[in-house]
Every structure is written in structure tokens, then in C-alpha cells.
């Protein structure tokens, strides 16, 4: 049973678009929650990340919206640049110290 | 300062062995998480080692095992591999608590045959 569901496999984005990376969740105990951005042949990278007393945290062109009623986050990217193009990871968890449970990534492609 | 460091970069063993990985986090850095990522799928957590402590454990079979010596780094240790065991191993590292800003190594590629 997946907790953490990134339905979309690949999106493809024109450079200077905005890209919106969607993930929902099922565990209405999660309370925090990341994205991590991974290129080929590295580990991935902290972006941003969100705990569930704020409904939108930016940083930059990142902007992360949690809608808890929905059970849904989604990353937005404004604009998006060829470096942007990479696989998106969303994660979550019930607390700190408790283990991120990981969705199955969304490949970013930025067409030029 | 340099980043979490693993190794090695990539492995073939057969089915049966067993295996060791290890992973050098950011110096500083005390808690240590093991993750395995296979094709599709996102990571699934192993274990988290804090101050050479098992703080957290994911659902692998006991054939997946680690430790954390006093100075954080950690290792990971896989017995009687098996060929589903192929996967990228990646290891992360972080100030304290497991999920704040965690920093990950280039994994470990295995290969089981």
C-alpha cells in the first residue's frame, strides 16, 4: 500500500513555463514534508520542504503548496530552466524522527 | 566541507554472499539513514543509526543489518544475497533528527547475479 503517490511518471515543460509536480498521500498522521530533486548517477537533493501548520513555503522559484483536506502537495517551478530537469522526489512523515515514507518520483524534462 | 561519502560506487556479487557498504557522513553530522532504491519505485527506508543507536527501522528482512562506530560513520551489511537484493543503496546523513535537511551520498550500485 502506498502512502505516498506521485502518479505522474515523467512531465515535459517548455523552458520558462512553470512545471507543478503533484504528490498525494494517504496517512493523515503525516505532518511534514519534503522534495528532493535527483540527477543521474547522484544522491538526491534537499529542495524544500513544508510542515503541515503552513498551507505554502517558497523559496526562490520553488514554492511548495499542502492542501491537508486533500491530502495533496504539489512543487511548483517558476520559471523552468533546462537545469530544473531531473527526478522529483515527495516525501512525508508523522514527526522528526520518524521514518519519510517516499514516493516513486516524477521525471522533470525541460524542453528548450 | 566535504559531502557523505559511500562505498564502493558499485558492486557484483552472486547470490548467496553476503555484503558490507559504507558511508562517511558530513563531519558533524550524527544521525545516518540507509535507503534502497530500485527501478520505479521510490526509496524505502532501512534504518536510521543516531550516537551509534538503531533509532529507527524500516520492513526489510533481518538479512539487512547495520551499525554506526563512535565517530558516525556507518555500515551497512546484507547476508545471503539474493537477486532482488540488486538495487541502488544510498545512504543520508543529517545534523540530528532524521528528517530535517538530509544530505545523500552517490550510492552504492549492486549487482546480484
Known amino acids: 500500500d502506498q502512502q505516498v503517490k506521485q502518479n505522474s511518471p515523467s512531465l515535459s515543460v517548455q523552458e520558462g513555463r512553470i512545471s507543478i509536480l503533484n504528490c498525494d498521500y494517504t496517512n493523515s498522521m503525516f505532518d511534514y514534508f519534503l522534495w528532493y530533486k535527483k540527477y543521474p548517477a547522484e544522491g538526491p537533493t534537499f529542495l524544500i520542504s513544508?510542515?503541515?501548520i503552513k498551507d505554502k513555503n517558497e523559496d526562490g522559484r520553488f514554492t511548495v503548496f499542502l492542501n491537508k483536506s486533500a491530502k495533496h502537495l504539489s512543487l511548483h517551478i517558476v520559471p523552468s530552466q533546462p537545469g530544473d530537469s531531473a527526478v522529483y522526489f515527495c516525501?512525508?512523515?508523522?514527526?522528526?524522527?520518524?521514518?519519510?515514507?517516499w514516493g516513486a518520483g516524477t521525471k522533470l524534462i525541460i524542453k528548450p | 566541507k566535504a559531502g557523505v561519502t559511500q562505498t564502493p560506487r558499485y558492486l557484483i556479487k552472486t547470490r548467496g554472499q553476503q555484503v558490507t557498504l559504507s558511508c562517511s557522513p558530513i563531519?558533524?553530522?550524527?544521525?545516518v539513514s540507509w535507503y534502497q532504491q530500485t527501478p520505479g519505485q521510490g526509496l524505502q527506508f532501512l534504518f536510521e543509526y543516531f550516537s551509534e543507536t538503531q533509532r529507527n527501522k524500516g520492513n526489510f528482512p533481518g538479512r539487512f543489518s547495520g551499525r554506526q562506530f563512535s565517530n558516525s560513520r556507518s555500515e551497512m551489511n546484507v547476508s545471503t544475497l539474493e537477486l532482488g537484493d540488486s538495487a541502488l543503496y544510498l545512504c543520508?546523513?543529517?545534523?540530528?533528527?532524521?528528517?530535517?535537511?538530509?544530505?545523500f551520498g552517490q550510492g552504492t550500485r549492486l549487482t546480484v547475479v
Open positions: 516525501a512525508a512523515s508523522a514527526g522528526s524522527n520518524y521514518q519519510l515514507i
Open positions: 563531519s558533524g553530522h550524527r544521525s
Open positions: 513544508i510542515s503541515s
Open positions: 543520508a546523513s543529517s545534523l540530528d533528527t532524521m528528517n530535517t535537511e538530509a544530505f
